[in-house]
């Protein structure tokens, strides 16, 4: 069976166990499932503008937000690097924002569908990349990474999960480092992002609110009566939570659930504007919805793991449909996610094999 090298584009790809439209509860969506079409720009509110691209993986498409600045645009996210992306902005920027320069670069997180297009925007405006400063360097880093092979430390990653022989066989045969082949250049300096920071474009004020999780330092931005999200929440599908052989023993879920709470500080009554699906309002509806998915996932797992269980053996727990070769490498990473969070809290225990394997059990 051939899979995908385990080292899969990060984006804003769902969760493998994402839910369907009709299964969210508790959201209202001001524009109904109305989206803009290519080289539309819709106004949500005075001065923010919704724009949408599409995306060439299983998630086709990505919300973007053009903000007027005053004397120019501010762009908030930008799309993958690819030349519809490229011929899309220019479509843009010659009809509904002609006229004007961009005159900001703001970049949720290293995603390719979030900064895919940010070097080429950069370049063409003379403007700085701003984003924080965990993403710029994992962006950086990613891009350098490339090999005619995946790097020992990966394999093993792929080994430990459960991951058959075929299936490792198949990995090494692949080159590695894909991340770089969907962005434009990246600028060789940024202009950082901090958490508490306070934006003024135009006639708004956006504080910075980091998330973590999804993405390692992931930018929120808050203004009164609107909240552009990224991924960090979603109305229709939850944000893929990973463990990723870059950094093999991380708790990423702990993240995610502790930025639940920390968002709930956001008023509620916010119009949020994600990344994906279509702008709502009910953010603490959501989040409630978001944490209790989880719980809901880590209780299964530790009944599963009665008996000892491999991460591949896992999936059987976590998700409701049959993971194909597509779909491998991110349901990987999700359900060692959950594992450590679980083994980090004292739920389960580790027991590696003499072939590298490990398998978790309820303690």
């Given amino acids: 069976m051939e899979t995908p090298p385990l080292n899969p584009i990060p984006t804003g790809a769902p969760s493998t ?11 209202t969506y001001p524009c109904g499932r109305w989206v803009p079409g290519p080289g539309e720009a819709h106004e949500v509110a005075p001065g923010v503008h919704w724009v949408r691209m599409g995306l060439p993986f299983g998630l086709d498409h990505i919300n973007l937000w053009v903000l007027d600045a005053g004397e120019g645009w501010a762009i908030v996210d930008t799309g993958v690097g690819l030349p519809a992306s490229k011929a899309n902005w220019e479509a843009l920027l ?17 995603h390719p569908d979030h900064l895919g297009m940010a070097g080429w925007l950069c370049r063409k405006y003379d403007v700085p990349l701003e984003i924080t400063r965990t993403e710029y360097l994992l962006a950086r880093t990613l891009t350098l990474d490339v090999r005619d092979a995946p790097p020992d430390e990966a394999v093993a990653f792929s080994v430990r999960a459960g991951w058959s022989e075929e299936q490792v066989a198949a990995m090494k045969a692949k080159a590695w480092g ?14 950082r992002l901090r958490d508490g920071d306070i934006l003024t474009i135009g006639a708004r004020q956006w504080q910075v609110v980091v998330g973590r999780g999804h993405a390692p330092e992931h930018a929120c931005l808050v203004t009164e009566g609107l909240m552009i999200s990224g991924d960090q929440v979603l109305p229709r599908i939850t944000s893929n939570v990973s463990v990723y052989p870059t950094e093999p023993y991380a708790d990423p879920l702990g993240d995610w659930l502790e930025s639940i709470d920390r968002l709930r500080a956001i008023p ?29 996932k880590l209780e299964k797992l530790t009944a599963f793991c009665e008996v000892p269980r491999t991460a591949v053996d896992c999936f059987a727990a976590l998700f409701r449909r049959p993971i194909g070769e597509a779909d491998y490498g991110l349901a990987t990473g999700e359900t060692v996610a959950h594992l450590h969070w679980l083994e980090e809290r004292g739920r ?16």
């Avoid at 991340?179 to 060789?188: D, E, T, V, Y």
């Avoid at 389960?348 to 303690?363: K, Y």
Wanted: glycine share 10%; no cysteine; charged share 25%.
């Fill in 348 to 363: 389960v225990r580790r027991v590696s094999d003499a072939s590298g394997v490990d398998r978790f059990v309820a303690n």
């Fill in 268 to 296: 509620a009554d916010v119009l949020v504007l994600p990344a994906h699906n279509e702008p709502f309002y009910g953010l603490h509806t959501r989040l409630d919805q978001l944490a209790a998915d989880h719980a809901g």
């Fill in 17 to 27: 166990e994402a839910r369907a439209p009709d299964e969210i509860k508790g959201l």
């Fill in 178 to 191: 894909n991340f770089g082949k969907i962005i434009s250049k990246m600028p060789a300096g940024f202009k």
């Fill in 94 to 110: 010659a009809g509904p924002f002609a006229g004007k320069p961009v005159t900001r670069v703001i970049v949720t997180h290293y």
